[in-house]
């Protein structure tokens, strides 16, 4: 296969590393792209995978780093405490929180196994999770039920397959919790957080529920705030996995929803750099995080004889938990100064969602598909869109792991090979590819991903249909 030539998205590719606080930024499109250091030609519609850097942003990391180098002791003894507070406030006042009740880690999947490690379970307990829930996550789940010694709790799942509604999500969430409570008759269910409703007794059993705001893949947004007003009635543990709310999602308003727990990656949507993520604990909860991850010099033992009864030092044990790269926390500051130079969450949430939107009809229309959420109630910044291969339903393929892990590599290599990228995933039972919208982006590259989508597409399914081999060497890592 040729690639045809990439858009001349940036023909002199002249860089920006800095910008003028007092003058008015270009307009959203590929007038942005010079900040960004992508290769010449490359089309990046993968930015909820991992985050893309501006360089303004990297820039400012570059000096903090020389800052830190310049005097590693007073840095880390004196200089970075204040600086760490000030990142944490911005994104208190960004999420809706109180200073005290944000701390950062490096990423969503270090938060969420902070919470679930630090809940002292018994038998009988349940972890409930989703069919879309992020595999990592859903592997933490499966490790502590997994566990040689008891006590370990139960898992259970809620199925979740798209397309569906807002009112058919609520409703399998909700029929989950009354099966679990039906199906364990002599179990009591009182160890329950401190502002649900009913009675609350720690001694008794638990259920916590793992709960994504935006779902990874499909790149759907969900009612997580209703998921986590039917927790409060059922007396439920809510831990919301919002990997890629912050930059993305406007109103998050924590302090209102009141999730037991949130967590959100800064690198991915905020612009901050990898790795960072904020780790939401209300004051009620945080006697739960007995200890950071790994554990710090600052944890405070039960059985020392200085420690009071439902102490807690939240904040101090995540201060530092160890030498690291402590440059992308303060990243969050650029970031942040960079996004409302912009035009603010508002603005950019907007152009985003917009082309989304108008992203997915026109991949539609080149790929002769569909899109996955056709209402668009659960679109954000990502589109979904089905890709033009045999779907298990209809053609009667049945896409075993050897088949799955040849189709992912082969998109891998292709993709590449076209200097563009884009999410893919298979979901009941058909292809779909995850595209996300972003300020340097047009229409223009979601025209040329879906010409590659749908000439790739055409070399896998000859492959399929006459059980031709695919390439050899396939990496199926």
Request: aromatic share 10%.
């Amino acid at each position: 296969m040729t690639a045809i030539t990439a858009i001349d998205l940036n023909a002199s590719d002249e860089k920006q590393y800095t910008y003028d606080a007092g003058k008015k930024p270009p307009p959203f499109g590929h007038a942005l792209r010079a900040f960004w250091a992508f290769d010449p030609g490359y089309v990046n519609l993968n930015h909820g995978s991992y985050g893309s850097l501006p360089l303004p942003v990297l820039f400012k990391c570059q000096e903090l780093t020389v800052l830190a180098e310049r005097s590693p002791d007073k840095f880390h003894r004196v200089t970075y405490m204040g600086m760490q507070e000030e990142v944490r406030k911005q994104v208190a006042d960004v999420v809706g929180a109180e200073l005290d009740e944000i701390v950062l880690v490096p990423n969503a999947t270090h938060g969420i196994n902070t919470v679930l490690r630090n809940f002292e379970w018994k038998e009988g307990d349940v972890i409930v999770e989703a069919t879309t829930t992020y595999y990592a996550i859903s592997r933490t789940v499966q490790y502590l039920c997994d566990r040689s010694e008891p006590p370990r709790p139960t898992p259970a799942r809620v199925v979740l397959s798209f397309p569906t509604t807002r009112a058919q999500i609520l409703d399998a969430f909700r029929a989950k919790i009354k099966e679990i409570k039906g199906a364990n008759p002599n179990v009591v269910f009182s160890d329950t957080p401190p502002d649900a409703t009913g009675p609350h007794d720690p001694k008794g059993n638990k259920i916590v529920a793992v709960i994504d705001s935006i779902i990874s893949m499909p790149g759907m947004s969900l009612p997580w705030k209703d998921l986590v007003e039917i927790c409060k009635e059922e007396g439920v543990w809510s831990l919301v996995d919002g990997a890629h709310s912050i930059g993305q999602e406007l109103d998050l308003d924590l302090g209102v929803a009141k999730p037991d727990f949130f967590i959100s990656n800064c690198h991915k949507w905020f612009y901050a750099k990898r790795g960072c993520a904020l780790l939401y604990v209300p004051k009620r909860n945080q006697y739960i995080i007995k200890s950071s991850v790994p554990t710090s010099h600052a944890y405070i033992s039960p059985n020392d004889p200085n420690s009071s009864p439902g102490e807690t030092n939240f904040v101090l044990q995540h201060e530092w938990t160890g030498t690291m790269d402590q440059i992308p926390y303060l990243s969050i500051g650029p970031a942040n100064d960079f996004r409302q130079w912009l035009g603010g969450e508002a603005a950019i949430n907007a152009y985003c969602h917009q082309l989304a939107l108008d992203g997915g009809k026109r991949l539609t229309e080149i790929l002769g598909t569909k899109v996955l959420d056709e209402s668009g109630e659960f679109t954000l910044s990502m589109t979904n869109v089905q890709l033009p291969l045999p779907t298990e339903s209809s053609s009667g393929v049945v896409y075993t792991p050897e088949l799955r892990d040849n189709i992912i590599w082969t998109f891998t290599v292709k993709l590449l090979d076209w200097n563009v990228f884009a999410a893919f995933y298979l979901h009941a039972g058909a292809w779909w590819t995850r595209c996300s919208a972003q300020v340097w982006l047009d229409i223009s590259d979601f025209e040329y991903v879906g010409k590659a989508f749908k000439i790739i597409c055409a070399e896998i399914s000859e492959i399929i249909e006459k059980g031709g081999k695919f390439a050899d060497g396939v990496d199926t890592r």
